[in-house]
């Protein structure tokens, strides 16, 4: 197996773009580990405050936050930072050509049960000028690179750099990512589904026809049986749709009026679109692809639907 610093040669990635990830790549080491530690590392349980979102922060979410922040503020090329849980972004260095927006503990809440979390990041080039938070509101489709780390039995990575996706996982001896796959493929066609079914009532009528179909099984219009998954962590759902195929939804819900979207569009959907598509997969919000949307804020919030080409087309026909 060759490790993430030899594929990134062979791919001929810029070089201060490849230090930038395989920095990234040992911050993952190092929030696996603390993962892997758990109560034994102090990293357990609820944090005394909330994140811009007024979610409440589990302490791993401010650890694993303030260590990106500390290592990423290491390397010049960095300019500026956003994350899920800061009020804005954070400017590091004023002549640094990337920005770096991350979730740092995606599925934070299957923390204390010992289920399956992770971290998404996305590297965007950086404008010229003082860094504000307008410079990070570029479309997917200027991400440089993508990827996500999965701290599960083992801890395996995602990445694109615009060359495909490329699976990885983590030796614990050597604490360096070995490459897995070179090009993952997700299959065209599927009979998983991944969505949170506990808010059924709240969808809107496009998302309620098609899962209804889905849910009729041999007997229904699609005439073929569907297995349903949820892991409530975004980062496992779509590493299990990298893996064997699928279909993951966070539809718009009237659950509450004032957010009707769950995932936001810059620290989860876009760099997991851009995973998806490179590996032959496709990603929407229902109405638009996600790589295409123009950002309004730095925390906006989207509708996210992706995986197997053909079952995605499928949903969106619902939508047409």
């Given at each position: 197996m060759q490790s993430l610093q030899t594929a990134l040669q062979n791919q001929q990635t810029d070089?201060?773009?490849?230090?930038?990830?395989?920095?990234?790549?040992?911050?993952?080491?190092?929030?696996?580990?603390?993962v892997r530690r758990g109560a034994l590392a102090g990293v357990l349980?609820?944090?005394?405050s909330e994140n811009v979102q007024?979610?409440?922060q589990k302490k791993l979410d401010i650890i694993a936050n303030d260590l990106i922040k500390r290592r990423l503020?290491?390397?010049?090329?960095?300019?500026?930072?956003?994350s899920e849980e800061e009020d804005d972004v954070v400017s590091l260095h004023s002549d640094g050509r990337f920005l770096v927006s991350f979730d740092p503990l995606d599925g934070s809440s299957n923390i204390d049960i010992n289920s399956?979390?992770?971290?998404?990041f996305s590297v965007l080039p950086a404008p010229e000028g003082t860094l504000t938070q307008a410079s990070f509101l570029q479309s997917g489709r200027n991400q440089l690179a993508a990827g996500y780390a999965l701290y599960g039995p083992s801890t395996l990575m995602a990445l694109s750099t615009g060359q495909g996706t490329q699976m990885y996982t983590l030796d614990p001896n050597s604490q360096t990512f070995l490459q897995l796959e070179a090009?993952?493929?997700i299959p065209a066609t599927t009979q998983e589904f991944a969505i949170n079914m506990s808010n059924q009532r709240f969808w809107q009528a496009p998302m309620q026809g098609y899962i209804n179909d889905l849910l009729e099984g041999a007997n229904g219009v699609r005439e073929k049986n569907f297995n349903m998954r949820w892991i409530a962590a975004m980062v496992g759902d779509v590493h299990r749709v990298l893996s064997r195929g699928g279909i993951f939804t966070y539809p718009a819900d009237h659950k509450n009026p004032d957010k009707p979207f769950k995932l936001r569009l810059m620290y989860e959907a876009n760099p997991m679109a851009m995973l998806?598509?490179?590996a032959n997969g496709l990603a929407s919000t229902g109405y638009e692809n996600i790589l295409d949307i123009e950002p309004s804020g730095i925390h906006q919030r989207v509708a996210v639907i992706l995986g197997s080409r053909d079952e995605?087309?499928?949903?969106?026909?619902?939508?047409a």
């Amino acid at each position: 197996m060759q490790s993430l610093q030899t594929a990134l040669q062979n791919q001929q990635t810029d070089p201060e773009l490849s230090q930038l990830l395989e920095l990234l790549a040992d911050i993952c080491c190092e929030i696996s580990n603390d993962v892997r530690r758990g109560a034994l590392a102090g990293v357990l349980g609820v944090a005394s405050s909330e994140n811009v979102q007024g979610e409440t922060q589990k302490k791993l979410d401010i650890i694993a936050n303030d260590l990106i922040k500390r290592r990423l503020a290491e390397l010049p090329s960095v300019k500026g930072i956003a994350s899920e849980e800061e009020d804005d972004v954070v400017s590091l260095h004023s002549d640094g050509r990337f920005l770096v927006s991350f979730d740092p503990l995606d599925g934070s809440s299957n923390i204390d049960i010992n289920s399956l979390v992770g971290t998404i990041f996305s590297v965007l080039p950086a404008p010229e000028g003082t860094l504000t938070q307008a410079s990070f509101l570029q479309s997917g489709r200027n991400q440089l690179a993508a990827g996500y780390a999965l701290y599960g039995p083992s801890t395996l990575m995602a990445l694109s750099t615009g060359q495909g996706t490329q699976m990885y996982t983590l030796d614990p001896n050597s604490q360096t990512f070995l490459q897995l796959e070179a090009q993952v493929q997700i299959p065209a066609t599927t009979q998983e589904f991944a969505i949170n079914m506990s808010n059924q009532r709240f969808w809107q009528a496009p998302m309620q026809g098609y899962i209804n179909d889905l849910l009729e099984g041999a007997n229904g219009v699609r005439e073929k049986n569907f297995n349903m998954r949820w892991i409530a962590a975004m980062v496992g759902d779509v590493h299990r749709v990298l893996s064997r195929g699928g279909i993951f939804t966070y539809p718009a819900d009237h659950k509450n009026p004032d957010k009707p979207f769950k995932l936001r569009l810059m620290y989860e959907a876009n760099p997991m679109a851009m995973l998806v598509e490179q590996a032959n997969g496709l990603a929407s919000t229902g109405y638009e692809n996600i790589l295409d949307i123009e950002p309004s804020g730095i925390h906006q919030r989207v509708a996210v639907i992706l995986g197997s080409r053909d079952e995605v087309s499928h949903c969106l026909s619902y939508h047409a």
